[in-house]
């Protein structure tokens, strides 16, 4: 089967980015028959530009977990296949190792790691640049600096995170950085308050995301916080019966924990794209993860950044209308970036 023209140039111009070339090796990893069309075009693109290139092709797990169960990939237990993509410059991630205990040993190794699974009309809408790039990294310096966040909403929501254990982890959609993962594509930072220093209230209002059930919430939930844990999940509304339901179904008091916490930089995504798009099972969906301005709230694991819990449970909430300090000063008011830096006229 021939590549694709038009994606392999798409390809070739995201490992530009990444500035793979001459001497360098891209290891594409896949899943069964799973982007197998990604899996050809990053080969040829690798080829045209000079770097070696090959392919790890893994049988599928014989059950699917649910949306938003991560950390369980066909890679685990295979050495061979871990031990090569240790060697090589950069991993094509074509299946999802996030959360993943394989991908912390290959970054560990000096890889990069480089997530591709969004559809090709999300991976052209939301192409990475190093503008994009430069805001986020400004913003990290920012998180990494701060000691105290704090987010609140007009409707109620109030809660902090005292910072400092854990380090900032940035995603701007490509990486040149020996060891750096990243999403192709993406746009927001995040970091983890310190273990069991996480209190307050969230209030989920219509229109925010449970990515993970690809849903808009339309009912309100208020989410009490204690010590770090999500401790009582309150609501009328469906929105409170299908997360009580879901995280429950993980049998995992560690699945109630608070993970990320961070805001989204990419000024093309979509907070509507949800609504619009005819790919909703094929995505992760980036839009709501990286909508300009968004609050990007999360629970389940953390040793993406250097924690202990690998909780399989794990959700993404990008919250609108949310405002965002870090020591008091003002990141994002009302669901608007106001930081000049982290402005942009990048539409
Ligand atoms: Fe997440």
Redo the contacts with the bound molecule.
């Keep these: 089967m021939g590549a694709d023209a038009s994606i392999v140039s798409l390809f070739k111009a995201e490992l530009e980015l990444c500035k793979i070339g001459p001497g360098d090796t891209v290891a594409v990893l896949s899943e069964g028959t799973r982007r197998a069309d990604y899996a050809q075009a990053f080969l040829a693109a690798a080829q045209q530009i000079g770097a070696a290139a090959m392919q790890i092709n893994l049988p599928s797990l014989p059950v699917q977990g649910p949306a938003g169960q991560f950390g369980r990939t066909p890679l685990a237990g295979n050495r061979l296949a871990i031990d090569a993509l240790k060697q090589a410059t950069i991993v094509i991630d074509l299946m999802g190792l996030l959360f993943s205990h394989e991908q912390l040993e290959i970054t560990d190794a000096g890889a990069r790691v480089l997530l591709v699974v969004e559809p090709l009309d999300v991976l052209r809408e939301l192409f990475p640049t190093a503008e994009l790039r430069r805001r986020v990294e400004y913003g990290s310096k920012l998180l990494g600096a701060a000691r105290e966040l704090r987010v609140t909403s007009p409707f109620g929501t109030d809660l902090h995170y005292k910072l400092g254990q854990y380090p900032v982890m940035t995603e701007y959609g490509y990486t040149d950085t020996p060891g750096r993962w990243d999403h192709f594509p993406s746009g927001f930072l995040?970091t983890h308050g310190n273990d069991g220093a996480v209190e307050g209230t969230v209030m989920l209002m219509p229109g925010d995301i449970v990515n993970a059930f690809r849903r808009y919430v339309q009912t309100p939930v208020r989410l009490t916080v204690e010590g770090g844990y999500v401790r009582e999940i309150a609501g009328d509304g469906m929105d409170a019966t299908l997360l009580k339901d879901y995280i429950e179904s993980f049998n995992d008091p560690r699945a109630y924990a608070i993970?990320?916490i961070g805001w989204g930089l990419n000024r093309r995504a979509k907070w509507h794209h949800m609504a619009a798009t005819r790919e909703l099972d094929a995505e992760i969906g980036v839009h709501g993860?990286a909508f300009y301005g968004n609050v990007?709230f999360?629970t389940?694991p953390n040793t993406e950044l250097g924690g202990s819990n690998d909780t399989a449970c794990?959700l993404?909430m990008p919250l609108r209308n949310c405002s965002l300090t870090l020591d008091g000063a003002p990141i994002v008011d009302h669901g608007r970036v106001v930081p000049p830096e982290m402005q942009t006229s990048e539409v």
Excluded: A, I, T, Y
Aim: proline share 0%; glycine share 12%.
């Design positions: 995040l993970s990320h993860l990007l999360s389940g794990h993404d």
